[in-house]
């Protein structure tokens, strides 16, 4: 059976502008940046250890013209991926963030599971960031 999720992927158009928002902006470290030759396998880890492959489209996940099509979808804002992370408080954390001129989307609000917002990389990725409920409504 399936224990973990090791990595998570999204696309990007600029591996060192992402490593700049990834790392730069939202504070998460370098992983694996290894020339593979065919590709740049670059993550990112969140402080858990948990990965983020940040991947330019191309081979050999696709062939060329596919990829252009994902990059020219990617610069509409029409093809990003989704990221969830959690903090210890995400009124200090938007406010940081707001500060360091990050896209926001979505101010913070209360959800059932806890107050979250939302926001989008360079590349038009969503990424929510919650602050956790103590007990969450699934298990009241």
């Not at 998570?8 to 591996?15: E, G, H, I, P, T």
């Not at 330019?56 to 979808?73: K, L, Y």
């Amino acid at each position: 059976m399936i224990t973990t999720l090791r990595i998570s992927q999204v696309y990007v158009l600029d591996q060192q502008e992402a490593l700049d928002f990834y790392v730069g902006t939202l504070g998460l470290a370098v992983g694996d940046d290894q020339d593979l030759g065919y590709m740049r396998w670059l993550t990112v880890t969140t402080p858990d250890g948990r990965q983020i492959l940040l991947e330019r489209p191309g081979p050999p996940s696709m062939d060329e013209r596919t990829a252009e099509q994902v990059r020219d979808m990617l610069t509409k804002g029409a093809a990003g991926g989704h990221l969830f992370f959690t903090c210890d408080d995400a009124q200090r954390t938007y406010e940081q963030l707001v500060q360091r001129g990050v896209d926001i989307t979505d101010e913070p609000a209360t959800r059932p599971y806890g107050v979250d917002f939302g926001l989008r990389d360079p590349f038009g990725n969503h990424i929510r960031v919650a602050e956790l409920a103590d007990t969450p409504w699934w298990q009241e």
